[in-house]
């Protein structure tokens, strides 16, 4: 009785919405992606390029799930629970079991998804090194458990693994995908709507339409991809018509779009200041609450994102409506320290181009209070490495906080435990990694989201990190296109129904 009871209090966990009014939305107007048109190609412009040449597991997983190459076992459905993708239904077992029942699908390769293939897909990905973000702090192991179905058997209880098995990094390829020496080459090898077939220089790369796709034959007929950093360079190449969809438009530039083309969605990305606790000034946590206490966030919401954003609250932000219901305040900061010409350097990336303007008012803010701040950016793919290895005292970041999982705690996990894989604050500190564990043992819905939100407390008593804003986000579509999918969680862009 013990163990039932436990099995539905952890199966209504996948049941509860954890993202309320803010969800994954299709374009009405499109029709089924099953449709017979041979479809004109697509051309977006990306925000970010490759920078692991389109590994599955680490920040290159994101723009595979966005053009519409890979899948996981689950997806996110509208409220943010997990939903069929190439499992077609789940049920647990005892307490660290799930079994994952297979839909009939096909690689690009031709090869049929069978248990063994998607057990070996998984276990790859238990072995990357670094590991995938949505595997921070999990060990698990996969089997073939009869002629479609999968084991996954977690070495403690994880009550989200429906959701975190929806995380990109976690796509399902076909064997040919796994090359020597870890490498992974995801190029005809995965089970998405569109195949990689061609990459350039980092700045470019071509998709065809597969079309034995289990969902149905998409309606383009391929997608011809181009990466651009430069956020206004994005928007002119959508305003003279060179690409039809481009992501992210820079709040400045969004006055300079044509009528309708603007798609302003709200998002679970918090913009915030990461300060490196394990060297440097800020390894003291009374120079950390000086920082803290230094910064203005209502300038940034209202001049630096000129209203596409909320004034930062905590790590969650208002796109998870449950949120501010539930959040603690911190008890126990630190008092501020009297800074007097403390020399620090700030780092961000260009790439989301309001950032190098949040870097600049942050470097007032805190020269007022008495920091000397020099300012350093560069392009994501060639900064974020340095932050991860504390080569900066400060770090100015956006994040999805529900991209890799779906799961609150999870992302809790990964950026704030002394063990996490993505800790741009190198934050290790007993408390937290407490509070992080408790509410990964909680399966109760309500009770999780509380536990998470006391977690939150906890990491804001640090002053670890410094929410700035929750941001909203636009992208720019040309009218004549439909079916783009437009994602809080920043996952999906281009599915079996996007056209032109």
């Given amino acids: 009785m013990r163990f039932a009871r436990r099995r539905r209090l952890l199966s209504g966990l996948l049941l509860a919405p954890l993202l309320s009014g803010c969800f994954a939305a299709e374009d009405k107007s499109s029709p089924s992606g099953s449709g017979s048109g041979p479809g004109e190609r697509l ?35 509208a409220n943010g629970a997990a939903s069929p993708a190439l499992a077609e239904s789940w049920r647990q077992e005892g307490e660290r079991a799930w079994v994952f029942t297979l839909r009939e ?23 990357a090194d670094p ?136 998002t679970t990305r918090t913009t915030s200041l990461q300060l490196n606790t394990r060297s440097g000034p800020f390894a003291d946590p009374k120079v950390r609450a000086a920082a803290r206490a230094a910064v203005d966030t209502s300038v940034l919401a209202k001049d630096v994102y000129e209203g596409y954003a909320d004034r930062g609250q905590g790590v969650f932000g208002p796109a998870l409506s449950w949120a501010a219901d539930k959040r603690e305040e911190p008890k126990g900061r630190a008092r501020a320290a009297r800074v007097h010409g403390t020399a620090i350097t700030l780092a961000t990336y260009d790439n989301r181009p309001e950032l190098p303007e949040v870097a600049q008012v942050l470097q007032q803010q805190l020269k007022k209070a008495g920091f ?46 002394c063990d996490g894989s993505y800790n741009l604050a190198l934050l290790c500190d007993k408390r937290v990694d407490r509070a992080v564990a408790e509410a ?18 906890e990491i804001l008593r640090t002053d670890a990190t410094v929410p700035l804003v929750h941001q909203r986000i636009v992208h720019g579509v040309r009218t004549s296109v439909h079916g783009v999918l437009l994602d809080p969680y920043e996952r999906t862009l281009i599915g079996p129904g996007t056209r032109r």
């Fill in 105 to 127: 699908a096909r690689f690009q390769d031709g090869t049929e998804l069978t248990p063994a293939a998607v057990a070996a897909a998984l276990t790859h990905a238990t072995r």
């Fill in 43 to 77: 051309r977006v412009a990306l925000a970010f390029p490759p920078a692991e040449n389109f590994s599955p597991y680490g920040s290159d997983a994101t723009l595979l799930s966005r053009l519409g190459v890979t899948e996981g076992l689950t997806r996110l459905d």
């Fill in 372 to 417: 000397t701040v020099k300012v350093e950016v560069r392009e994501s793919s060639r900064i974020e490495g340095d932050a991860l290895a504390g080569k900066f005292d400060a770090f100015v970041g956006a994040r999805n906080t529900m991209l890799d999982t779906g799961d609150p705690v999870s992302v809790l996990a990964s950026d704030f435990t």
């Fill in 131 to 266: 590991a995938p973000a949505a595997l921070s702090g999990v060990q698990l192991t996969a089997e073939p458990a009869g002629k479609r179905q999968v084991r996954v058997t977690t070495t403690d209880p994880d009550p989200a693994l429906p959701l975190r098995l929806s995380s990109p990094s976690l796509a399902v390829l076909s064997a040919k995908a796994y090359r020597e020496k870890g490498t992974v080459d995801p190029a005809g090898t995965a089970t998405g709507p569109f195949e990689l077939t061609s990459t350039g220089g980092g700045n470019r790369a071509g998709l065809d339409r597969f079309d034995d796709y289990w969902g149905g034959r998409a309606q383009a007929s391929g997608i011809d991809a181009r990466f651009i950093a430069d956020g206004t360079a994005r928007t002119n190449a959508l305003r003279t018509g060179e690409v039809d969809i481009a992501e992210a438009v820079p709040v400045a530039q969004v006055s300079s779009l044509d009528k309708g083309t603007a798609r302003e969605l709200a």
């Fill in 440 to 457: 990964e043992t909680t399966a109760d819905p309500a009770r999780r989201q509380g536990a998470a939100m006391a977690a939150e407390a």
